[in-house]
């Protein structure tokens, strides 16, 4: 995906749509479009599928050519992947996009796990702090 994030905004823009109106399109959120643009987030294999047939891309180009050279739809030399819309170039990528997202899937289970275990630690301190007031107000009265 060498080039998609660059690809992306250039098509958009082509078309004179603004990130909101691409989304809508798409049946994504602003964010998302956001986010493919800059990099921050890759897009799984079906919303892929998506922009390349909306924007009438290959994906392959769409992934791996720098599309701003309307002249040069050429892959470039240095990336391994050719040009080739055979079934074997396709399989190959398709089987890279799901290793991709099952990576990114992966990922996101990690992080909402991770954000369970926090919310569970600070449901235990909530739990802990009444306990730590009443003390605190008790020591208080004694003093007094």
Same mark, same amino acid.
């Given at each position: 995906?060498? !080039?998609?994030? &660059? ?5 958009? &823009? ?6 909101? +109106?691409?989304?809508? @399109? ?9 986010? !493919? ?32 050279? $309307?002249?040069?739809? +050429?892959?470039? +030399? ?14 190959? &990528? !398709? $089987? ?7 990576? @990114?899937? @992966? ?12 919310? $569970? ?16 107000? $008790? ?6």
């Amino acid at each position: 995906m060498t !080039y998609f994030k &660059k690809n992306l905004r250039l098509l958009r &823009k082509r078309k004179g749509l603004k990130q909101d +109106e691409l989304a809508n @399109q798409l049946g994504l959120k602003r964010w998302n479009v956001t986010a !493919y643009e800059r990099g921050v987030a890759k897009p799984p294999l079906n919303i892929l599928l998506k922009i390349a047939g909306f924007f009438e891309q290959d994906l392959t180009q769409l992934l791996n050519a720098d599309l701003s050279d $309307e002249k040069s739809t +050429e892959i470039p +030399e240095n990336n391994t992947t050719k040009h080739q819309n055979t079934p074997h170039n396709l399989s190959s &990528k !398709y $089987e890279e996009l799901q290793l991709f997202e099952l990576q @990114q899937r @992966q990922k996101f289970h990690e992080d909402v796990n991770r954000i369970g275990n926090s919310l $569970e630690r600070i449901l235990d301190l909530l739990k802990v702090f009444p306990g730590i007031i009443k003390s605190k107000q $008790e020591n208080k009265k004694a003093s007094n």
